[in-house]
């Protein structure tokens, strides 16, 4: 997995390229939480994700909350069909903002 950050003000969008799952799920979270100091709206890019484990959806889980507790947003942009279904099927898209 490969992440890129771009800061933009205080919108972090980090494109991430790859797999999410159990064992890039942990740097995945790192990454996340070296980051969002003083940012107001989270962009996760999975344009490039190819799958989502429940380890993957977890630090996406665990994201939202950071922002919430923040008052900030999170969205998920770019995100394929098979991913997407994944977030349906979970619930997770009852409360995540899908682009």
């Not at 922002?67 to 998920?76: C, P, V």
Request: charged residues 20%; hydrophobic residues 40%.
């Amino acid at each position: 997995m490969t992440i890129n950050n771009q800061l933009e003000n205080t919108t972090l969008t980090m494109m991430i390229e790859g797999r999410v799952d159990t064992q890039t799920a942990p740097e995945l979270e790192d990454a996340i939480k070296a980051s969002i100091d003083g940012v107001t709206e989270l962009v996760l890019d999975f344009t490039q994700v190819a799958y989502i484990s429940s380890a993957g959806l977890r630090t996406v889980l665990a994201a939202q909350n950071w922002m919430n507790s923040k008052n900030g947003s999170m969205k998920i942009r770019g995100a394929s069909k098979n991913i997407i279904n994944v977030f349906k099927v979970t619930g997770f898209d009852t409360f995540l903002n899908l682009e």
